[in-house]
């Protein structure tokens, strides 16, 4: 193991001269182990078909020798035919497997059985005319080529050595021209990192490889890599500059409370102090973090001025926060609320006296023409009753709010009341009432107020529903400073032109309809700082009321 | 490889029948320039000399051609029973042979002693019991059921000897070996037991000293386990028929041979003195051997 990570530790160009050396090496001693095989089998191929020659040509001879017992004359047949290179010993056996006579007589003596050894690789039959005399045993000498392999050995080492100081030498060229590639690619890369555009180098080689294809593609790579860094710090370098003159605090600042980045505006002097925050802005921080609220506003007491604060989650450990300062708003907000509380009034004063006017026509046709009877004046006292219900009816919502309440009530028990009040209507619609209130949410409003959100809106859902409808009231808490008071019903829904109307006073689609239900609503809701969404369409319409669960402080 | 083999064969047989036409036109050549008048005399060599020795025997012929003005033919023969034969028919007119094919000749078919070769200056020899000296043999008793080489069936020396000796010690000569290898030659007698092909072998003792001489690494491998002897030595017989003036050409040239430079060299390497004339050699030993072997079976 050891060994292996010495080796492995060698240069790349030694490593590939080295492994095309032991390639080199194998190939050619594999060569050369085939040809040394050949040389073998050959040489044993060329022995069997030489001495099966010559037992044939002198099969007479040896036949005529054995008939005469001339055991000395075969001796020297074998014996001469064991002096050639390729046949190491020999013997002729009779047909009891006794020695009739061997090269190696002192091992096989005349007469004695003969046992066949692995070495006996030829064996002749010596038959005539269907007569067996015997078999010729011979040990060739697989050895005897190697001579020829011999003479040649020399020049294969000699060529072999010199193609393994080629290979050598074209292994480590040829690495070396990769590597001198890639040792550019790899300054490229140290100058990407640097930014040092200007001094990249661009490769210039004769090889059209793989590798050339890689540094071609890595070069239009770091073209790319150039050009989206480029436009990246153009385009980071920009939006710092929109970020620097923007007319909104922005902060970065992370869970701890350590602000990582600012931009100059000049908030920043009164709400920043060494890298986190003014301690009394931290309280409005902390209260937007624990009652989870992605804005808010606030009196900032060190500048007298409204900030709007909007926080925005960026991961698990930043956030941000913009921080406006709205005063300018909030006066233009002011003077908008007051010209349209102007406009409220006009709207509503010229509304109040045409309908008095259009009821004090018939009044005046009552009293002042002739002497009134008794009829005239019942009349006349039910059309006075009439506008006195409704200038209190236009005045009563008017009224200043009291919001030094100091409990908070709970709407379940007035949402019963008001159902117990609407309970003969319910009845002869049969609608169902189906009631989702989170009794731990309390509010902060006058029960009579409640009472009348609560009847107007029930009453209209009752009316605009069918029999045996649903109507849905449910109460929940939005957020820590409001509820959230639905009712749905499933009516013929408010047509979508007269969804700005019905907040008027006397708008009514209804014939005997005052027109100041509604009107009222909206009154007693934005008195409050609440504010209604509708959501209307034919079989549902859906009232949000949003009212305030917490004490107000101004 | 098989059509290489055969190419190879091919070319072999090619060179062979070259060397034959070869050897034809130099033997035509030989025989080209013999003197006319020259007479053919044959001249028969059996395994009483060593054979192996080729160019020895040739320079032989040579030097009896050079010194007789004869036009001497040697003639070999595989085996005593065959120059007995070819003597017979006159074929061979003068041969080295074997006392007992010379005993076996003389009587009737006109052989007589011309010469006689004289071994450490005595026309004796000896017939020698031999084997390897890793072999704890000690006398010829110890082969029984072994394997044992003899020369020629019809050599004294290298068979009909120990084969007296067997019968003498009370043994069926031709049951005592497990098996005999008549190897026809002395000197390839020898080579067996060198080999190992056989446990031992009974030889002409002149050979032997004569192999020993060429062969300097036998001597340390072989040893003598018996001597039989003296027996007459073998002697160069010739037909009665030849003339007397050739055959006192034949002695004369032969006695000289220890005389000759060219002569003695041959001799030395035949491992012989000289030859003498058979001056009352007595050849009665071996007849009286053969007699009682051939009275035994």
Avoid at chain 1, 275 to 303: A, P, R, V, Y
Wanted: charged content about 25%; aromatic content about 12%; hydrophobic content about 40%.
């Amino acid at each position: 193991m050891r060994l292996l990570r010495w080796l492995l530790s060698f240069p790349v160009r030694l490593k590939i001269a080295f492994a095309i050396f032991l390639l080199i090496i194998t190939l050619v001693g594999s060569i050369l182990l085939v040809i040394k095989h050949e040389f073998k089998v050959n040489g044993y191929l060329l022995s069997k078909h030489s001495t099966e020659n010559l037992i044939d040509s002198n099969k007479d001879l040896i036949i005529k020798l054995l008939l005469e017992d001339d055991y000395w004359q075969i001796y020297k047949f074998l014996s001469s035919i064991a002096k050639l290179d390729f046949i190491n010993a020999a013997g002729l056996i009779d047909k009891d497997g006794n020695v009739i006579a061997d090269t190696n007589p002192l091992e096989y003596k005349i007469g004695s059985p003969y046992t066949f050894s692995k070495k006996d690789d030829i064996k002749i039959p010596l038959a005539q005319s269907g007569m067996n005399f015997g078999t010729f045993v011979f040990q060739t000498n697989k050895e005897y080529t190697q001579p020829y392999y011999e003479t040649i050995k020399d020049k294969l080492y000699f060529f072999i050595f010199i193609a393994t100081l080629i290979s050598i030498y074209l292994g480590y060229i040829i690495s070396a021209r990769i590597l001198k590639r890639l040792e550019i690619l790899s300054r490229n890369a140290k100058k990407i990192q640097k930014k040092e555009w200007n001094n990249l180098e661009f490769i210039h080689t004769l090889e059209n490889d793989e590798i050339t294809n890689i540094v071609h593609s890595i070069e239009d790579m770091m073209k790319t890599v150039q050009n989206m860094i480029q436009q990246e710090e153009h385009m980071k370098r920009f939006y710092h500059k929109i970020i620097e003159h923007i007319d909104k605090l922005i902060i970065i600042y992370e869970a701890n409370g350590h602000i990582s980045y600012h931009n100059k505006d000049a908030l920043s002097k009164t709400i920043i102090q060494d890298n986190t925050f003014h301690q009394n802005f931290k309280l409005h921080i902390d209260e937007m973090q624990n009652d989870n609220l992605d804005s808010c506003t606030i009196m900032w007491e060190f500048t007298q001025k409204y900030l709007l604060i909007s926080r925005t989650k960026l991961d698990e450990k930043r956030f941000a926060l913009t921080i406006s300062d709205i005063s300018e708003l909030k006066r233009v907000e002011e003077q908008r609320q007051m010209t349209s509380s102007f406009k409220l009034i006009n709207d509503l004063s010229a509304m109040l006296i045409h309908e008095i006017k259009n009821m004090l026509q018939p009044l005046k046709l009552l009293l002042f023409h002739g002497e009134p009877g008794k009829e005239e004046l019942h009349r006349a006292d039910k059309i006075i009753q009439k506008i006195d219900n409704i200038v209190f009816d236009i005045l009563h919502p008017c009224k200043p709010i009291d919001f030094d309440m100091q409990e908070a009530i709970e709407i379940n028990k007035y949402v019963d009341e008001v159902l117990f009040f609407l309970s003969s209507l319910l009845q002869a619609k049969n609608i169902n009432i189906k009631l989702e209130i989170e009794n731990d949410v309390t509010l902060f409003i006058h029960e009579e107020d409640l009472k009348k959100v609560l009847l107007n809106l029930l009453s209209n859902s009752i009316e605009a529903s069918d029999k045996n409808k649903n109507i849905f009231i449910q109460w929940s808490k939005i957020n820590s400073k409001y509820g959230c008071l639905k009712i749905i019903d499933e009516g013929h829904g408010i047509d979508t032109k007269i969804q700005e109307e019905i907040k008027k006073p006397f708008f009514t689609t209804k014939e005997h309809g005052s027109g100041i239900g509604l009107f009222s609503v909206y009154k007693i809701v934005y008195l409050y700082k609440g504010y209604i969404e509708l959501d209307s369409k034919p079989g549902r319409t859906e009232f949000k009321i949003y009212l305030p669960i917490k004490r107000r402080t101004s | 490889m098989d059509f290489n083999y055969k190419k190879n064969e091919f070319f072999g047989q090619i060179l062979k029948y070259c060397g034959q036409i070869l050897t034809t036109l130099v033997l035509l050549l030989i025989f080209s320039s013999k003197p006319l008048y020259a007479k053919e005399i044959n001249f028969g060599i059996t395994g009483v000399v060593l054979k192996e020795d080729l160019v020895n025997l040739i320079q032989w012929q040579k030097y009896l051609s050079a010194h007789t003005g004869l036009d001497i033919n040697l003639k070999f023969m595989r085996t005593y029973s065959e120059m007995k034969n070819r003597f017979k028919e006159k074929q061979i007119d003068f041969a080295y042979v074997c006392g007992a094919t010379y005993v076996d000749l003389m009587p009737t078919h006109n052989a007589e002693l011309l010469v006689v070769p004289l071994f450490q200056s005595k026309p004796y020899y000896e017939s020698l019991v031999i084997t390897r000296k890793k072999n704890t043999y000690k006398r010829l008793d110890d082969f029984k059921n072994k394997l044992y080489a003899f020369s020629d069936p019809e050599s004294n020396s290298g068979s009909l000897v120990p084969q007296y000796q067997l019968l003498k010690r009370g043994y069926a000569p031709n049951k005592f070996f497990s098996r005999i290898i008549y190897t026809y030659d002395h000197g390839e007698s020898i080579l067996a037991v060198l080999n190992g092909f056989v446990d031992g072998a009974s030889v002409d003792s002149v050979v032997y000293a004569s192999f020993l001489k060429d062969h300097k690494d036998a001597e340390e491998k072989l040893k003598i386990v018996e001597r039989f002897g003296p027996y007459p030595i073998t002697p160069i017989i010739i037909n009665k028929s030849i003339s007397k003036r050739i055959k006192q050409k034949l002695v004369s040239a032969l006695l000289q041979m220890s005389q000759d430079k060219k002569g003695k060299l041959i001799l030395k390497k035949m491992g012989i003195d000289g030859f003498v004339l058979p001056h009352n050699l007595s050849y009665a030993k071996i007849a009286k051997l053969k007699f009682i072997l051939e009275s035994a079976q």
